[in-house]
């Protein structure tokens, strides 16, 4: 999976308070909505409730663990996700990373909220992340 870094833009200071001041709320409730995401998602993978799990991913990603012999929710049973605590959430409009304890993992928000693209992520010393689960 490739992860994309915003590029760097100068803002003028007064711009940036006045996009503080109006995206506060939102921000805090989209990262309580991602939060909210994450944290069900790894609920349903430890009580091994698969399909559950399965509904908390975007759709490309849970056709992306999909085989032809396998269905969504018993790969998800098979991997080792243990998520842990939450460190950091970052929201980028559309699309969110999670900083977790013992796991990374990224989501996208969509009709039916946020849905989970990547998860069991783990940072390389160059290049993308390496991910079990990934849109």
């Known amino acids: ?38 944290a069900a998602f790894f609920a349903a993978v430890a009580a091994h409730q698969d399909d559950r799990a399965c509904d908390d991913l975007a759709p490309q990603a849970a056709q992306g663990l999909a085989t032809s012999d396998s269905s969504c929710a018993h790969q998800i ?5 243990t998520g842990g605590t939450i460190r950091a959430v970052r929201v980028w409009g559309e699309r ?30 160059k290049g993308p992340y390496d991910c079990d689960v990934e849109a």
Do not use: Y
């Open 1 to 38: 999976m490739f992860v994309r870094h915003a590029p760097s833009v100068a803002v003028p200071l007064a711009a940036l308070l006045v996009m503080g001041a109006t995206a506060g709320c939102g921000a805090s409730a989209e990262e309580a909505n991602v939060r909210h995401t994450t």
């Open 77 to 81: 049973g098979e991997l080792k996700l």
């Open 96 to 125: 969110a990373q999670v900083l977790l304890s013992d796991d990374t993992v990224f989501l996208t928000r969509m009709r039916q909220g946020w849905k989970v693209t990547a998860a069991g992520c783990r940072r390389q010393a």
